[in-house]
């Protein structure tokens, strides 16, 4: 049987911005930036995004591509050994897949009550308490499932599963054609009012104004390095599953600074967005900013519901911020559950539909968990083992195989063949040395800092 292909370059890139946008650049990096240094964070960001998330996006690109698999596959053609690396990386895809969704479903019913801002004053009390049911419970004790969470969660699959089910041209390429250009113009739409806000120059500025006695300190290095692997989605399986549909003929060094331009010019859009709100809130409550931002899951269900209720037209506002971490969730969870997909299809021989509905049925069954009372904090405990370990964890072992096992020259040469401009030589040291070494680094301290 042939593979399939995406139908024109576009989709492929819409698509695979489809996968990096995502909640991470919605609601993570923002605070990532503001809590490793406001404006300076941006040197170890931008260090990160030129020595490790180009060089991974051009190398998965280029596995995809000429390997023609998803990751298991990929990898047992460059040696049979190899082929567990792939299965792990599709495992991380899947138990991001489960908790992902949930975000999604919370920001589907924050969709539906942002018309009328039905979470109320306190948004604190409202989101723990009487949307999440947050009781006395621990990850081992999860309570009843919470329905009010499982059915924007199941809207979220259905969308997932229906793009799935109908293939790479189909459906990942059509709804990526669809809701990428709506994302963009969504929050362009959003920024272009609030940014004239009283107070918004004053959330910019503490967005940007670099604080540079954090630039020594090794933490934001480590998040910097987090936030590139898991804001361009690589090591998790999903761009080598995405460039294994690439016609033979495709522009991969191109496509790989496309992508990941792209995504991160998003996450300062984003990131102009939430501190363009968070200076006006503090303005209107005649607080500091620093009193008005809140991390994590915080950021979006707690901070942004409270922005909204004071500003002005909020029954349009409100809606559109949700409607676009919807959107942004949506696209990612797509490829994720796409890179667990194509995996099983390869191995198994099954047809997409069958290979779609075993997936997404297990996958659905699964996320239920995070539909419980106990669920924040089973997602609070998994995300930290995945986004501080095991994803970089996965990346050094895939390097370290590709780069030291292989040989990094030949893939510079293979991409520079099919390319309208070459890469230099930075692509090998950076992938042999430096990206190595710094995520040998980090992998340790953050273990270290785990079990300590
Ligand atoms: N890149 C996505 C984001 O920034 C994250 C992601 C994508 C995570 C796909 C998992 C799978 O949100
Ligand atoms: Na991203």
Redesign the pocket.
Known sequence: MNREQWGSRAGFILAAVG???????IW?FPYMAYENGGGAFFIPYLFAMITAGIPFMIMEFSLGHKLRGAAPRAFSKLGTKFEWLGWFQVSI?AI??VY?VAIIGWAISYLGMAFTQSWGSDTNAFFFSEYLKLGENSPSQLGSLQFHIAIPMTIAWAITFAAIFTGVKGGIERASKIMMPLLFLMVLGFISRVVFLPGAMDGLNYLFQPDFSKILDAKVWSAAYGQIF????VG?A?MIAYSSYLPKKSDINNNAFMTVLI?CGFSIMAGVMIFAVLGYMAQEQAKPITEVVSAGVGLAFVTIPAAINLLPAPFILGPLFFFALVV??LS??I??IEAVTSAIIDKLNWTRKKAAVVVCGLGYLVSMAFATNGGLLLLDLVDYFINNIALLASCLIEIAIIAWLLKVSDIRQYVNERSEFSIGKWFEVCLRFLSPAMLAVIVTTNLINTFN
């Open positions: 996968s990096a946008i995502g909640l991470g650049n993570r895809a991001i897949a992902y898991f804001t361009l989605s998790f999903i995504n942004a969730g990612s969870h490829s994720i």
